[in-house]
Each structure stands twice: as structure tokens, then as C-alpha cells.
């Protein structure tokens, strides 16, 4: 069956232009709470969301949708997305949605959603909350007595903040730092200042001020100018950038410049390794990461497993080859040790930490090996997937021959954004210029012929 409503994280959308409705959040409750009751106990489910507008208008249609079927509803209000995945066990619910678009605009918003191990759900379990959803019998409702209770949970983000803070070592303070946060006005924007500020940090925050339309609006970790600049003004040690629903990071130096996340996965890697903390000699990333991540991996005899790209691919990854580290360059960083979904600020502290023992600065720390040079394209798309066509099959499959072993391409369809994304890789940068260009300019022909 092809998901309708899923993507490769979670359902997302434009509000009120998409199939991201009231009415969508409604059914999704009332299907997702009937697939997750089972047995006589009482069931619980966590909400929490993020700060877009949206979020109100969803969050009570979710509510109603679970409550309908018997399940009582825990509110967070705003929480970062690894929160809720980390509150689903420890609160022992059933299942665990986030309301949130991630790094999208406001006018964007999804659902994230955990089962009761706090776990991303699977391929199967979306599939059979769709059928559900689109069922003739999904407004069959329990009677009135097993009706479910809605409350507000107070201490979410206290409970997270501790949770967060167990993962800094116990010694180490951070009273010599200087951090510019940017909380992108979005989930993280009262948990991460926080958080820092109590193990000791001097911290200067940025997008701190959500107001239900700027999530992510020139900020954050799609848009790191301002954190830069701020770095700079601010002589700052290090810049964090956190996304809408803060599982993933992006790093500025405290020269202004971004720190390519294949630099900072590999930086955490290594620090696991020398402190005999990796399970094995296995590291999960996607298909995006650089292939000199893996040349360096392998150089301190590790191996790199590649998966599809999204963190809940990384962390099937991780699972299949008992592996307690994965990540993708664009800042997600998933460790088992400390959670089971990607978390941004449990990242930004295993980087500080390293910052603490090591005593050079973060631009120094990173300079581990030289990247393969990328160009990426990415294209609007409308209508049917272009991908699948023959003709550009073919297009593909020629330049991958050009290209030979010397380096890799990537044509994909994005989960969560209507674009295609195309990467090439090589050392010869002209010549992934030139093979980029051939795979965009036939995909761009092809949709305006179809228009």
C-alpha cells in the first residue's frame, strides 16, 4: 500500500491547503488511539507540539479524535520532539505525537508520532493507521463510559531539562563558554536556554520569541546568518542553531563559519571511540553523508551503513546492526545511549563537553579530514514524480556511468517538502557541476512538458 498521509517523518503539510486539517488530526486521533488501545488498562497518550499558530487548532482535534476512543490525553504545550519521545515510556503511554513541521514555515505543520518504547512508529503500523483513517467503520466509538480525560502536564519541560543534563558528564561544568543560542522561535526556545544556563554556560539567546508565525523565520538552523553575525559581535566560543522542533543541530565556529555536520557527526564518533563507548565497529548514517566521512572511518577501522535518508531510517539502521550512534549531515544525531530519536541538544552537549576536555577551539576540534566537494540542486515539483520516467532513468544511470567509481549521485524526492534533491559528489568539481546540470535540466524539461 502507498502512504498517503506519511512521509519519511511523520505527516506534514500546509495547513488548511493540504490534507493538514482539523479533520485530518481528528480522524488521525481517533485511528491511531484505536490501533494503540489494547487491553483493559486505561490508555494515555502524550501531546506535545511546537510553537506555530496551527498547533492550537490541531492539538484540540487530535485530543477529541483520542479521547473519543478511550484514551486519556497528557498535554505538554511547547516541547522539543525527542521530549516527547523520551515522556512517552517514562510516563508509560501508549503512544506519543508531536504537532510540528520541523524546519518548514508556520504555514506548515505535521505529526510526529511514538510508540509506547518511544520509538518512531514503523512502515506497518503507519500503514494500517492510514487504512483506519480511511475505513468506513473509523466513527464506531466506545460507549459513553469509557470516554477518555484531557489535562495539562506542568513539569514536561522540567522532567526533559534533567533528562537532558544526565547526559553532560557529572564534573564538568560549562562556566568558561560563551554560546549564542538560536532557538529558531520554536519548540526549544524555554528547554535549551535553560538547560545550558544551569550546567554553568554564558548564554546569549536568539529566537527566543515565538509568536505563532515566526518558527523558523529567518533563524534557526535553516537560516544562520544573524547566529553568525551574533557569534562574532558577541566573541562567543561556539553558535548552536536548533530547528522548529529541535532535533537537530547546526554549529557555527567562533569564527562565524558553519561546521559541516559530517565534521560534527564524526567529531562525536570519535570521542565515543577513544572513551570505549561505541557498542561496536558499526556507524549508521544516510545516503547523503560524504564519502569522506566513510574514508575516515574506516582510516580508525570503523564501517559506515548507509540507510535512507530521515532519522527514523537511521535508528532502524542502528537497531538492525546494534550500533548506538547515527547521523545525517543536515544535524541529526541520534545516540542510543541517551535516546531514541534525534535530539539537538543532547548533540550541542556532547560537542561542548568535547569543547570543555579538549581546550582548543571548536573550528580546531572539527578539523578532522577534507570533504568531498558536493553540488546540490534542489527543484520545485508539482503534479506526479518525475523520477519514475524512463527517459530519466536513463540520464541518470549515463552520468552515474561518467562518474565511475570517482564518486556518487543522489536523485531523490524529498518526505517532507515538495522538491526533488539532486547531489553529486566528487573530487572533480567540474565535473558534478556538469552532471548535476544534465540531471536538473532534464527533470526541469520533463515538468514544464507535463505542465
Keep these: ?22 479533520e485530518t488530526a481528528l480522524k488521525l486521533g481517533i485511528a491511531a ?230 565534521l560534527l557527526f564524526a567529531l562525536i564518533i570519535k570521542n565515543l571511540k577513544e572513551n570505549e563507548l561505541l557498542e561496536n565497529k558499526i556507524v549508521v ?16 577501522e570503523l564501517e559506515l551503513i548507509r540507510t535512507n535518508v530521515g532519522d527514523r531510517y537511521l535508528v532502524e539502521g542502528m537497531r538492525k546492526n546494534n550500533s548506538n550512534i547515527g547521523g545525517e549531515p543536515s544535524g541529526h544525531i541520534v545516540m542510543s545511549n541517551f535516546g531514541k530519536t534525534g535530539d539537538g541538544l543532547i548533540a550541542s552537549l556532547q560537542i561542548l563537553s568535547i569543547m570543555c576536555l579538549d581546550h582548543r577551539p571548536i573550528s580546531e576540534i572539527v578539523n578532522l579530514f577534507k570533504l568531498y566537494p558536493q553540488k546540490n540542486i534542489t527543484i520545485p515539483l508539482k503534479g506526479k514524480d518525475p523520477l519514475s520516467n524512463e527517459g530519466i532513468q536513463k540520464v541518470i544511470k549515463k552520468q552515474t556511468d561518467i562518474l565511475g567509481e570517482s564518486g556518487r549521485i543522489v536523485v531523490r524526492k524529498s518526505g517532507t517538502e515538495p522538491i526533488i534533491r539532486i547531489m553529486v559528489e566528487s573530487l572533480d568539481d567540474k565535473l558534478s557541476l556538469n552532471i548535476a546540470n544534465e540531471i536538473s535540466s532534464s527533470i526541469e524539461h520533463l515538468i514544464k512538458k507535463k505542465d
Design 1 to 22: 500500500m502507498i502512504k498517503k498521509f506519511f512521509g519519511t517523518d511523520g505527516i506534514r503539510g500546509t495547513v488548511n491547503e493540504s490534507y493538514l486539517t482539523a
Design 285 to 300: 548514517s544516510t545516503i547523503m553523508a560524504n564519502m569522506a566521512l566513510e574514508k575516515y572511518l574506516s582510516e580508525i
Design 33 to 262: 488511539g484505536k490501533l494503540f488501545t489494547r487491553g483493559p488498562h486505561i490508555h494515555r497518550v502524550v501531546i506535545g507540539k511546537d510553537t506555530r499558530v496551527s498547533g492550537y487548532m490541531l492539538e484540540t482535534a487530535l485530543t477529541s479524535g483520542f479521547t473519543s476512543v478511550g484514551m486519556d490525553v497528557l498535554l505538554f504545550g511547547p516541547l522539543p520532539t525527542p521530549a516527547v519521545a523520551f515522556l512517552t515510556q517514562a510516563l508509560r503511554a501508549d503512544l506519543g505525537v508531536m504537532i510540528t513541521a520541523s524546519h518548514n514555515t508556520y504555514e506548515d505543520n505535521g505529526f510526529k508520532l511514538f510508540g509506547p518504547d518511544g520509538y518512531k512508529l514503523s512502515d506497518e503500523s503507519e500503514i494500517e493507521i492510514e487504512k483506519l483513517i480511511l475505513s468506513n467503520n473509523l466513527l464506531e466509538f466506545p460507549k459513553s463510559k469509557y470516554i477518555g480525560k484531557a489535562k495539562r502536564i506542568d513539569d514536561a519541560q522540567a522532567r526533559y531539562i534533567e533528562y537532558a543534563k544526565r547526559s553532560f558528564p557529572k564534573d564538568m561544568k560549562l562556566e568558561n563558554i560563551k554560546i549564542v543560542l538560536d532557538c529558531a522561535n520554536g519548540a526549544s526556545y524555554k528547554v535549551a536556554p535553560e538547560t545550558l544556563w544551569e550546567l554553568g554556560a554564558n548564554v546569549v539567546v536568539i529566537g527566543n520569541q515565538p509568536n505563532g508565525k515566526n518558527i523558523n523565520l529567518n533563524c534557526g538552523s535553516t537560516n544562520t546568518d544573524i547566529l553568525k553575525k551574533r557569534v562574532l559581535s558577541e566573541n562567543a566560543d561556539i553558535g548552536i542553531a536548533l530547528d522548529g522542533d529541535a532535533d537537530r543541530i547546526v554549529i557555527i565556529d567562533e569564527k562565524g563559519n558553519e561546521v559541516d555536520g559530517n
